[in-house]
């Protein structure tokens, strides 16, 4: 399976303890699962890691925002989008995601965006849903 991490899905998954973290310990303990990214929403991660509040949730765990970027590069696949598509309402910066999704040729896109993403259900045959679904989806397997 073939999956493709909003930057949401992926700082609560390394900041916190939640659904999502669970979601990657669950990806992770199995080899029929990739995650694929794009330098794009590599840099939106790096960027956001480096805000305050960000920055006060990384101390709290004691861990660094190159720390905790380089453990997750370690475990994506990177792709190279041939193009962005404006196709979600209302964020441009989400098309990055569904740019991702398309290049991985991704089963599965999974974010925590109720307003923009998740709305769109899927987009070209790759369904998005929440890290709960996603969880489910994978521990069924």
Do not use: C
């Not at 993403?117 to 996603?134: F, K, V, Y």
């Amino acid at each position: 399976m073939r999956i493709v991490l909003d930057t949401n899905i992926v700082l609560s998954a390394l900041l916190w303890r939640g659904t999502p973290h669970q979601l990657l310990v669950a990806i992770g303990a199995q080899s029929n699962i990739q995650i694929y990214s794009s330098a794009a929403l590599l840099g939106e991660l790096a960027d956001v890691l480096t805000r305050p509040w960000a920055a006060q949730r990384l101390a709290v765990i004691g861990r660094t925002a190159g720390a905790v970027l380089a453990d997750y590069i370690e475990v994506t696949e990177l792709v190279e989008p041939d193009s962005v598509p404006r196709v979600v309402p209302g964020d441009a910066d989400d098309d990055h995601v569904i740019a991702a999704a398309l290049a991985a040729r991704a089963d599965l896109i999974v974010s925590g965006d109720r307003k923009h993403l998740l709305p769109m259900r899927s987009h070209r045959g790759i369904p998005i849903i929440e890290a709960a679904e996603a969880l489910r989806l994978i521990s069924s397997d």
